[in-house]
């Protein structure tokens, strides 16, 4: 047909011969699929001009299309979770409360298997110890919950009878016929029985009430920036109790002292020159008071002692080495220590980490520590977050406290420095040392408990808010329905 025609041919006729010629070529398969629609004015426009749709850009990897995920992904949202729940409102209280219920409670068991040896020896019951800090740890898990609930007045409303009373009691101590020596030490009160009481345990936490009650009223009244104001009456008065306990001998519990002193002084925001004097003249004293005591100077020279020495004047701290070298990885096995038996001198007391780096080995002392550390990273928390100011010295007084003589006891056994006397806190035996040490534990407790964000917390986890709650979100339904 020549061109003219063709182009002049009816359009329905052009288009029924091209359908006939799809349906000729189309496969078997597709018999039964409908023709598509013819196209639209627009799609016909853009047909004609040739536009298409935009690519996507494609990645390089390998997986297509598909963008990889960021390397580290999983670890870095990890990390925020467990950020996130590092930042709770109760995480202090979860930490202050699970720490010191775990030191007391390992301690127990290590304090009933250091001790079965000494008993013997004493002709007791091989429970005789353990029974009774069992008992003092009862009595202290009360005063524990007592402090947990007081408010805060009642807290420093305490602070006075308790200072007098103590110093009461540390007077008594030196009365001919009433004190009693211990360990060439006289800080001892005899009680009647198998009971003895220490009160200079107790003045350890009555410094610590009284010195954060005073700093507070102070600085309710803008007196700390003037430097008498912020030593006296503090420092006179934990002179006075540094005398009465030195009196007696006992330089171990003075150096607490002197370390719960200075952490009031740092935390009120003494000046260096104020603290740098302070921290001076304590230190002159501590020379002459080492200096003109041949048993102190002796327990100074054995300071990474390998061998007992001459007259096995380092027995004890060379022991206590011999006892952690020999546990290893994962110690000898509860009761199955060689060094309790009449070897290491002290063994439930004083070195009684020894006998757990023995029995439980690195694993059992780096326990000990990481229980440690989070006990006063819950007080330094508390003590940070707070705006109460004596809140503030009372926590960090009480962190200090049981900070520096977990250092000086574990330091000592360790034989980094001298053997100075001293329990290691809620974990040695002792009753008077285990008992103001529960109630300062109690102090943290209510402090974390105190804190606006953690009351709200603690509010919304009792049974009838919680009901309150969930009926306000429910729907009610109609009557009959299940």
């Not at 003494?270 to 080492?290: D, H, M, N, Q, S």
């Not at 928390?381 to 200090?400: I, K, L, N, S, W």
Request: glycine share 12%; with cysteine; aromatic share 8%.
């Amino acid at each position: 047909m020549p061109a003219e025609e063709s182009s002049a041919a009816p359009r329905g006729d052009r288009s029924r011969a091209t359908a006939a010629i799809s349906r000729a070529l189309a496969p078997p398969l597709l018999a039964g699929v409908a023709a598509p629609a013819p196209l639209g004015p627009a799609l016909r426009v853009r047909s004609a001009t040739g536009s298409r749709r935009p690519s996507v850009p494609r990645s390089k990897g390998r997986s297509g299309g598909t963008p990889r995920a960021p390397r580290g992904g999983g670890v870095r949202r990890l990390y925020e979770q467990a950020r996130r729940a590092w930042d709770r409102p109760l995480t202090a209280y979860y930490l202050i409360l699970g720490a010191g219920l775990l030191i007391t409670v390992l301690g127990l068991v290590m304090v009933y298997s250091a001790s079965m040896i000494k008993a013997l020896e004493l002709d007791k019951p091989s429970t005789y110890f353990f029974r009774k800090q069992f008992l003092a740890a009862v009595i202290g898990a009360g005063l524990m919950a007592l402090a947990a609930r007081m408010p805060v007045k009642l807290h420093r409303a305490f602070a006075y009878p308790l200072l007098l009373g103590s110093v009461f009691l540390m007077v008594l101590v030196q009365v001919p016929g009433i004190g009693m020596t211990v360990n060439g030490n006289r800080n001892w009160l005899y009680l009647g029985g198998p009971f003895q009481l220490q009160p200079s345990e107790f003045g350890k936490l009555a410094l610590v009430l009284w010195g954060a009650d005073l700093l507070a009223r102070k600085q309710d009244k803008r007196l700390l920036t003037q430097w008498k104001h912020m030593l006296v009456p503090l420092v006179p008065v934990a002179f006075l109790l540094l005398g009465l306990i030195m009196l007696g001998g006992d330089m171990g519990t003075a150096i607490i002292l002197t370390a719960i002193l200075f952490g009031l002084l740092w935390l009120a925001g003494a000046p260096t020159r104020l603290f740098a004097g302070v921290l001076g003249f304590a230190g002159v004293i501590a020379f002459v008071l080492i200096k003109t005591s041949p048993n102190r100077m002796s327990r100074l020279a054995c300071i990474g002692a390998s061998e007992p020495g001459p007259g096995d004047s380092c027995w004890q701290a060379v022991h206590g080495i011999y006892a952690l070298a020999s546990g290893g990885w994962f110690g000898s096995g509860l009761g199955a220590s060689v060094e309790k038996w009449g070897q290491l001198p002290e063994p439930h007391t004083d070195f009684i980490f020894a006998i757990t780096g023995e029995e439980l080995g690195l694993a059992g002392t780096l326990s000990v520590l990481a229980l440690f550390a989070a006990l006063g990273y819950g007080g330094i928390r508390v003590a940070g977050r707070t705006e109460d100011p004596f809140v503030r010295y009372a926590a960090g007084g009480v962190t200090t406290w049981i900070t520096a003589q977990a250092v000086i006891n574990i330091g000592a056994v360790l034989g980094l420095l001298p053997i100075a006397g001293v329990p290691l806190p809620l974990f040695s035996y002792g009753g008077s040392a285990l008992l103001p040490t529960m109630f300062a534990v109690g102090l943290l407790i209510a402090f974390a408990r105190e804190d606006p964000a953690a009351k709200a917390a603690l509010a919304m986890r009792r049974p009838g808010v919680r009901w309150k709650t969930m009926r306000r979100r429910v729907k009610k339904r109609p009557s009959g329905e299940r």
